[in-house]
């Protein structure tokens, strides 16, 4: 697909520009439906939320209408926070079993009395739109195609509107999650760039950021990345969405990054929100047809996505 550099909002002369998130991911929805379209039946979808944290279910409530604005079967099984593990593990076989569900998220993160990594490994492979089964977390880092987390596969979108070739890119992560950080540097290795992982124990943090060309941070830490720490015209990609209290019960989202600051100093930069959020949704879509066509045996030719 070719893309158009809408998406890309230019300010002023001086400062970075801002990626339209909402936009881009706009592009992906359609460039889904389409493919979906040509598949022998409507893609479906099913999550599995467990509990009645806020957070979640405004994100879940937002990945349902989104896919069925797009025409997909979205079904959300809910269950209560103390519902424990052996009734997450039969929501999971229930989706399993059905042949109109093609993929499965189960939201987290879930309570501390089910263990996460054993809830993945129960997901269908390749209904793991979500990416975080083991099998599909190996063909990552091994490079064959598999289904890949809808997060980081969000950001490559937006790092490849501005920068197709990575090759010798000096990239840094900050963060190294199962479901962003870690993916995030596979990905970007595998694009051959430079890959660099930071976290909490990292030392000299600021100092290997203002190396990196592509900066992506996702730690959930409201404003750590400040403007001394960005290269002067680095891509710049928040993940990170921190609920703080803004007065009278609200709540303002805020990212990892000093973004009045960092849009001084950066090249591109994603706003939060506005940002990697909606790509997200975007690339669950994706992934859902994705694992739909391999379901119907319309698998495109696979890609490796390393050499
Ligand atoms: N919680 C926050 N982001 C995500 C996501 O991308 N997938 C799942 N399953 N849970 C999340």
């Not at 599909?136 to 809808?150: E, H, K």
């Not at 209290?245 to 609200?250: A, I, K, Q």
Request: overall charge neutral; proline content about 5%.
């Amino acid at each position: 697909m070719s893309r158009g550099s809408g998406w890309i909002v230019q300010t002023g002369e001086m400062s970075a520009t801002i990626v339209d998130g909402r936009k881009l991911a706009n592009e992906v929805v359609l460039e889904a439906m389409e493919r979906a379209s040509t598949l022998g039946r409507r893609p479906g979808l099913g999550v599995v939320i467990v509990g009645n944290d806020p957070a979640s279910q405004i994100y879940v409530r937002g990945k349902q209408k989104r896919a069925q604005e797009a025409g997909f079967l979205a079904e959300v099984m809910e269950l209560p926070a103390d519902a424990g593990e052996a009734r997450v593990h039969e929501a999971v076989e229930a989706f399993n079993a059905r042949e109109d569900i093609d993929g499965i998220l189960v939201q987290l993160p879930l309570p501390e009395d089910v263990n996460t990594l054993r809830i993945m490994a129960a997901i269908d492979p390749e209904k793991d739109v979500d990416g975080l089964h083991t099998l599909n977390a190996g063909r990552l880092v091994q490079g064959s195609d598999g289904l890949i987390p809808c997060t980081p596969l969000g950001c490559m979108t937006i790092i490849h509107s501005v920068m197709p070739d990575l090759t010798g890119v000096h990239a840094v992560v900050i963060g190294n999650s199962n479901i962003v950080g870690k993916p995030m540097a596979s990905l970007l290795l595998a694009e051959r760039a430079t890959v660099v992982q930071t976290h909490i124990h990292t030392r000299n943090i600021e100092a290997i950021c203002r190396e990196a060309d592509v900066l992506v941070t996702a730690v959930g830490k409201p404003g750590l990345v400040r403007g001394s720490w960005i290269k002067p015209g680095a891509i710049v990609i928040d993940v990170g969405t921190t609920r703080v209290p803004v007065g009278d019960g609200r709540y303002r989202v805020r990212g990892d990054v000093a973004f009045e600051e960092a849009v001084e100093i950066a090249g591109t930069i994603t706003p939060v929100p506005g940002g990697v959020g909606p790509m997200t949704i975007a690339c669950l879509l994706s992934n859902t047809v994705k694992a739909s066509a391999r379901r119907q045996g319309m698998q495109r030719k696979a890609r490796v996505v390393a050499d």
